[in-house]
């Protein structure tokens, strides 16, 4: 039984997700634990985290974290070709990368806004 076109485009598009999850965090943790930062270093794991995105197809992602994070990608990818120095680039992609997460966790936790009137009821 073959599968439903729907379920393909599903599985292509999640697969380029995490394709592009995977190309963030390794250079997120490039970034960040590499004691001695050079340009070319960070060129060469560019290089080599853009061969596995390649592999996937390019699908068009519709929510917003996510084409958040594919501009990302592709802001990390144009790093590259400049001439700034590492630290400028790590600073400017640490500080892309924390302004993603933070609008994915602020659709995560609400504040309660009136919780001394939730609890009137109860009284």
Do not use: C
Request: proline letters at 1%; a positive charge.
């Amino acid at each position: 039984m073959a599968a439903s076109q729907k379920a393909v485009d599903n599985s292509k598009r999640l697969r380029y997700i995490r394709a592009l999850e995977r190309f963030h965090n390794g250079i997120i943790s490039y970034l960040s634990n590499t004691p001695e930062l050079k340009k070319e270093g960070f060129d060469k794991k560019i290089e080599n985290s853009l061969k596995l995105l390649k592999r996937v197809d390019e699908i068009a992602l519709y929510k917003g974290e996510l084409q958040d994070l594919q501009k990302l990608v592709q802001k990390m990818i144009s790093l590259k070709e400049t001439d700034k120095e590492i630290e400028e680039i790590k600073e400017e992609i640490l500080h892309s990368s924390n302004q993603l997460d933070k609008s994915k966790n602020a659709r995560r936790y609400k504040k309660d806004k009136h919780t001394s009137d939730k609890y009137q009821d109860w009284e």
